[in-house]
């Protein structure tokens, strides 16, 4: 991939066709007007607008994937792409309306910005109803804004310049989706030589039955700057399908760092179809930690394109897949720079019939000499009735990479239970800790408060075994 | 008479393959130091993992007591809780969970209290360094990459933290160098003699033994209890081997 594909990508969004017959088949749900609509609603500039109905165009063509867990009881014809909360964003929260402000107080978010974060957005459905940053961070020239703002203020040509260059609307049907009806979301530039110390946080809640979430994050840190972002999702249970297609797209430049972190914790009736992509410049470094508990469905894969020479990327992951949830997550590490790293370290755990799939691919191009990378992922099954697969694909295409895989299925010992309850602990907290002590090196990389969280999430879910 | 502080009636156990330990009777008295010995495969570690609990030997016939109470039915975590310990021969791994964390859980569990941190800190320094344990242990994940002889020390260490009544040792000293040996000894003296706990020493050397008072000691072969005497069978043993109880058989 890298610039050329980029390129070759951009041109094919003018070279599509009509297809008139997929546009009818859609008035139903996903039509033009529909698209229109949004556009208006959110007065985007033309381009954009013209973005969006090509997006829709290539959506129409694009058929459904095939390849991974099933997304049948996804109907687009009865997921409503645009729900906007009666308020416009604020920047104080005793602005934000009272119910709204209450379901943001119940996640934590106000309280985790007074303590320890440097700005935060927050999103309820289609749009932003918060957002604030840091005096001290914003005079260092950092922006932190909603995508809608971004579109028109002073970042706009750098928006325009970057919007879905990574994650083009051609990459699959759901970018095309994403690309056609996205809204809300986040902007972050970093400029050269910034060090933001304390992160930033974006928290997208999905509260409308039956509708979708379309935000896109594009966040650009430039040479030699330093952020660490933090996303946090979540969406109270319905009993009809809801859909998550975000996207995410990272810019790290020369000799910066980023880290990205997520814990999701959709409800379980969400078709989780997210993208995720990385650009990593010389020297730079990009790390994930990416925590997957909700959903019904996932498939997530955040792709790390390692351009530069000497950049590396860290990626660890967690996912959790309970009853009636099959969550297809992993990686996707493209290397085309000289000496450049890549390394993974993936767990996943499964009970109550639940499925998970670890699915990564690892590619080093003839470019990437003196490449390394190094997979490493473990799996817990808790049960006889769940699953877990692991699919790793490399494609190695230097003679002097130095490559590693290591793959590991097993179970919850009974001799380590005993061991444990010799010593006074009860047989559920045995289980617990040793599902907890799995997802350590995880939990590590955590911020503090959120590696609370993700063990009182497998405490929860170990309860009642 | 003051009732012991463990009873064994006519116990037997049975894994699937069959019968391994067959009517067995036992008493030890609070502070008492028993020694269990006997050939490899004659139900020694069996005995000790049946008194713990271990699910997966099951309780054929017979019952056992503990201070005063019926624990035949009782589930490892609630025989801990009474005071029952087992040194494990080969203690588990547990990847992710520090020693230290383990240890604080455990306390907490098992006495259903709020640890007091300062004062299980400055136990813990003092523990390890009874034991000649880097301190660096306490942060490492239990057992995981531990020398057979860091495990042992680290069995232990539990024993002293966690205070058991009766401390079951089923060949701690297997497989461990002098200086390791000596070590550990140290520790199971500081318990035996300093805090009055009783021990039943499952072992088939006796390096262990001598810096240990023995009050009683019991041959185990085939699954049976085939003899009990004082100290002295223990040099008997270590002279004769097992041969005349073997033939006997």
């Known amino acids: 991939m890298g610039i050329q594909e980029v390129a070759e990508v951009d ?73 906007r909360a009666n308020t ?65 203020g002073e970042y706009a040509d750098m928006v325009e310049e970057h919007f879905m260059k990574l994650v083009p609307p051609t990459d699959h049907k759901f970018a095309a989706l994403h690309g056609a009806v996205w809204s809300g979301g986040s902007f972050v530039y970093v400029p050269k030589g910034v060090k933001v110390e304390i992160p930033l946080q974006s928290y997208f809640r999905l509260n409308a039955k039956g509708a979708g979430q379309f935000e896109h994050t594009l966040i650009i840190v430039d040479e030699g700057a330093d952020l660490h972002f933090i996303e946090g999702c979540s969406a109270p249970k319905y009993n ?81 897949a309970g009853g009636g949830q099959n969550l297809d997550t992993g990686a996707k590490m493209i290397q085309l720079g000289k000496n450049t790293s890549s390394y993974i370290n993936s767990k996943s755990i499964s009970k109550d019939g639940g499925i998970s799939t670890y699915r990564s691919s690892i590619e080093i191009r003839p470019t990437a000499k003196g490449a390394k990378s190094s997979v490493d992922c473990a799996s817990l099954m808790l049960d006889d009735i769940s699953r877990s697969d692991t699919i790793p694909a490399m494609d190695i295409r230097t003679g002097d990479a130095d490559v590693g895989h290591e793959a590991k299925i097993g179970r919850i010992s009974d001799e380590a239970v005993f061991y444990l309850m010799s010593r006074g602990i009860s047989e559920s907290e045995a289980r617990a800790m040793i599902v907890s002590g799995f997802a350590d090196t995880v939990s590590k990389e955590l911020p503090l408060e959120y590696a609370a969280e993700m063990n009182n999430l497998i405490k929860l879910e170990m309860e009642g075994m | 008479m003051t009732t012991p502080l463990l009873k064994v009636e006519h116990l037997s156990t049975a894994i699937e393959e069959g019968e391994l330990l067959h009517d067995v009777s036992l008493e030890i008295g609070e502070g008492e130091t028993h ?101 660096a242990y306490a942060d490492r994940d239990l057992n995981v990459g531990f020398s057979g002889g860091e495990k042992k020390k680290a069995e232990i260490l539990q024993l002293l933290m966690l205070r058991p009544k009766l401390a079951i040792l089923d060949e701690t000293d297997s497989g461990l160098d002098v200086d390791a040996v000596r070590t550990v000894s140290q520790g199971i003296e500081e318990y035996q003699k300093k805090r009055g706990g009783a021990l039943l020493v499952i072992t088939h050397s006796t390096k262990i033994l001598e810096a240990l008072d023995v009050d009683y000691t019991h041959i185990i072969v085939k699954g049976r209890l085939v003899k009990t005497g004082d100290a002295s069978l223990v040099d008997e043993i270590n002279e004769h081997g097992f041969e005349q109880y073997l033939s006997a058989e």
């Open chain 1, 11 to 83: 041109r094919s969004l003018y070279d599509f066709k009509d297809d008139e017959k997929d546009f009818y088949r859609l008035q139903e749900g996903l039509t033009p007007d529909i698209v229109k609509q949004i556009s208006e609603e959110k007065h985007d500039p033309q381009w954009m607008r013209d973005f969006r109905l090509q997006s829709l165009e290539i959506y129409n063509n694009t058929p459904v994937p095939d390849w991974g867990p099933s997304i049948d009881g996804l109907d687009m014809d009865h997921i409503s792409s645009y729900v």
């Open chain 1, 240 to 320: 009809v399908a809801n859909l998550h297609a975000g996207c995410v797209e990272l810019y790290v430049r020369k000799n910066a760092r980023l880290r990205y972190s997520t814990i999701e914790n959709w409800s379980k009736n969400m078709y989780n179809l997210n993208t995720k992509r990385a650009l990593v410049d010389e020297n730079a470094t990009m790390e994930w930690v990416s925590g997957s508990f909700g959903s019904h469905v996932s498939y997530l894969y955040p792709t790390t394109i390692l351009r530069g020479d000497n950049s590396h990327c860290e990626f660890t992951g967690i996912t959790f």
């Open chain 1, 88 to 152: 416009n964003m604020k920047g104080s929260w005793e602005e934000v309306p009272e119910e709204i402000r209450n379901t943001f107080e119940k996640l934590g978010i106000p309280q985790a910005e007074r303590e320890s974060l440097a700005g935060v957005g927050a999103q309820y459905d289609s749009e932003l109803v918060y957002h604030n940053v840091r005096a001290e961070v914003a005079d260092q020239g950092v922006v932190y804004t909603d995508m809608e703002s971004a579109l028109t």
């Open chain 2, 35 to 135: 020694v269990l010995m006997g050939p490899n495969g004659a139900g020694k570690s069996t005995f000790g993992n049946t008194l713990m609990g271990n699910p997966n030997y099951k309780v054929t016939g017979g019952r056992i007591w503990f201070d005063g109470e019926d624990i035949t039915e009782l589930s490892a975590d609630k025989r801990a809780a009474k005071g029952l310990f087992l040194s494990f021969q080969n203690p588990l791994e547990v990847p992710g969970l520090s020693l230290e964390a383990f240890l604080r859980n455990a306390i907490r569990q098992r006495t259903g209290k709020p640890l007091k941190i300062f004062q299980f800190k400055k136990e813990l320094e003092q523990t390890m360094e009874l034991l000649q344990m880097d301190e």
